[in-house]
């Protein structure tokens, strides 16, 4: 049993934020019923790699759990089975500009007179009002206006974004936790509700602390490269073969750091004798503890450190991570079978002892699941046959079966 499994949800969404967060309410239980264009959403697209059939390898994780019903929604008919679907489902999730769901007759106001128990979650680039409401957006674009990437980088180098699609990875989460709260509020109010999530937001709201820091100072901040803007040493450092992060900046842990990588005497030094002054000339200390960490390897470095209870890690690359014995022992790397192959996903963080999460499937292929979805809606197989030959709805699955 997991927490889900009673709740249905009808993902409309595309990209990276809306499906992964479907992906993460199937993870726990939740049945997903993925609504799509004929020729696959635009986060099908995300590559290379591609998978096969051209699907991008990033859209795979993001999208297991869930079943494919490929739709024209131009047309009405197609909104009409959209329609009939909404009033079954506990879920919708859409990623669209503000005015498109609407335009197809599906927006909030629409479906919760169709089902007023219906929790709608939305998630824009900007948000459902401002200046910004219409603009279009992707990750990068929320980045890079959302303050994000002033802050990424090595100090008077480039700004640069972030390794991993942040913004909508931030956005799928908070769309998660609001989805969650409605569902908790429904058993109270008895009714569904509009959760509004946006890139932006969620960005914002990543980075409390440094916009607490300056809104409290004044003090626009900088990039730090691998360094914490509040906390040093809390960076990597050069050894003999590649670097390592180390996190010692406690008053506690300053001092034996100091020892261990035999620079006593920098803990008497007055440039370092506090968090305040070593971040005042982190330069100078970058330059002293260098001088002792280049003189060894990383594996030695690691287990004198660790050996004195200080927090350290290597600079590890996916090569070498995905062979991480950890990720075995928390099942976070685990293989789907799929018609078409094995594939590899991303496990579940969260871990339930009572209500343990499970992936439930693979990734379909566009409209894989057409038929049978309609006819679990209650259409009769003469009704899509007839859906089928006018465009608003494909089937792959007896083609799939074939192959």
């Known amino acids: 049993m997991s927490v889900l499994d009673n709740i249905r949800v009808l993902d409309i969404s595309q990209g990276a934020a809306g499906p992964t967060a479907a992906t993460i309410l199937g993870d726990h239980g939740a049945k997903i019923t993925k609504i799509e264009p004929q020729n696959g959403e635009w986060g099908r697209t995300l590559g290379p790699p591609f998978w096969h059939d051209g699907t991008a390898v990033a859209a795979v994780p993001m999208n297991r759990n869930k079943r494919s019903l490929a739709l024209d ?143 409290h100072t004044g003090t626009v901040p900088t990039p730090k490269g691998s360094g914490a803007a509040y906390s040093t040493p809390n960076e990597t450092y050069r050894t003999s073969d590649g670097a390592i992060m180390v996190a010692a900046y406690t008053p506690e842990r300053w001092p034996k750091f100091c020892r261990t990588i035999g620079r006593p005497e920098l803990v008497d030094d007055p440039r370092f004798a506090t968090n305040s002054e070593r971040l005042a000339h982190r330069s100078e200390l970058r330059e002293n503890i260098e001088r002792a960490t280049i003189s060894d390897t990383t594996s030695s470095w690691l287990a004198k450190l660790q050996a004195s209870d200080l927090m350290c890690a290597p600079v590890v690359e996916y090569d070498q991570l995905v062979m991480d014995p950890q990720i075995q022992a928390n099942d976070m790397i685990i293989p789907l079978q799929h018609p078409k192959g094995v594939v590899k996903t991303v496990g579940i963080p969260i871990k339930l002892s009572e209500t343990p999460g499970a992936v439930q499937g693979p990734a379909p292929l566009v409209g894989e699941n057409s038929r049978e979805i309609l006819r679990e809606n209650g259409h009769s197989d003469v009704e899509i046959d007839s859906l089928i030959r006018n465009g608003a709805v494909i089937d792959t699955a007896e083609t799939l079966s074939t192959t």
Request: charged letters at 20%; one cysteine or more.
């Open 73 to 215: 929604l131009r047309r009405p008919d197609a909104q009409a089975l959209v329609r009939d679907m909404i009033g079954k489902s506990d879920v919708l999730v859409e990623s669209f500009r503000p005015g498109v769901m609407a335009r197809f007759g599906l927006d909030y106001e629409a479906a919760r007179q169709i089902n007023p128990q219906l929790i709608y979650c939305s998630i824009t680039a900007f948000g459902p009002s401002g200046p910004r409401r219409d603009e279009p957006g992707v990750d990068g674009i929320a980045q890079a206006i959302g303050g994000l990437m002033s802050i990424t980088g090595v100090e008077n180098g480039e700004r640069v974004k972030v390794g991993v699609p942040v913004a909508d990875m931030s956005a799928a989460l908070q769309a998660v936790q609001g989805i969650l709260l409605a569902l908790l509020a429904r058993g109270d109010i008895g009714r569904g509700q509009h959760v509004e999530v946006s890139l932006f937001d969620s960005l914002l709201a990543l980075q409390m602390i440094p916009l607490s820091m300056y809104m």
